[in-house]
């Protein structure tokens, strides 16, 4: 999806909430998860994985920024991660780091324990990471606090 380049600021502002939002979510989860290491170490482990890969990720200077398309004469760029899915991972509903371990665990028990690594790579998270589910789900929900009450 195209987007004006000159708002570049404001994309910024938003991918700032959007990572912020990300690591709350994982330090809540690890800190869920170090209670578990007791009861279900193997699993509790995979997803510490999981989610230290993500954070690092999360942290990179460029990530959510990457761009398959700039267009400075037109004022146009398109992002590789639309704003679309962004406001969507910004909903309080919303869990992305829920999302980011049910797709590391399904690719680990199709692929084995190396395929926990590629799940934070930047071409899996920028491409196509929404699930269609989620979407309609955190859409419906936005379009219905837009409604006014009658």
């Known amino acids: 999806m195209l987007e004006k380049l000159s708002d570049k600021p404001k994309r910024e ?3 700032k909430r959007v ?3 990300i690591l709350s979510e994982i330090e809540e ?3 869920i998860l170090k209670g578990e290491m007791n009861t279900s ?3 509790a482990v995979v997803q510490c994985y999981a989610l230290y890969a993500l954070k690092e990720y999360i942290n990179k200077p460029n990530t959510f920024l990457t761009y ?4 400075p004469n ?3 760029i398109d992002y590789y991660v639309p704003e679309k899915d962004m406001d969507m991972w ?3 509903s919303y869990s992305f780091v829920g999302h980011h371990l049910r797709r590391a665990l399904e690719s680990i ?6 395929a926990c690594m590629a799940v934070s790579d930047n071409s899996i998270i920028d491409i196509g990471y929404v699930d269609i589910i989620g979407s309609v789900f955190v859409s419906t929900e936005s379009e219905e606090k837009k409604r006014p009450l009658t």
Do not use: H, I
């Not at 028990?109 to 190396?114: I, K, P, S």
């Open 90 to 92: 910004l909903q309080e």
């Open 41 to 43: 170490f193997e699993s």
């Open 13 to 15: 502002e938003k991918v």
């Open 29 to 31: 989860k690890l800190n």
């Open 68 to 71: 398959k398309l700039c267009s």
């Open 19 to 21: 990572k912020a939002k």
């Open 109 to 114: 028990a199709n692929n084995g324990y190396r």
């Open 74 to 76: 037109e004022d146009l």
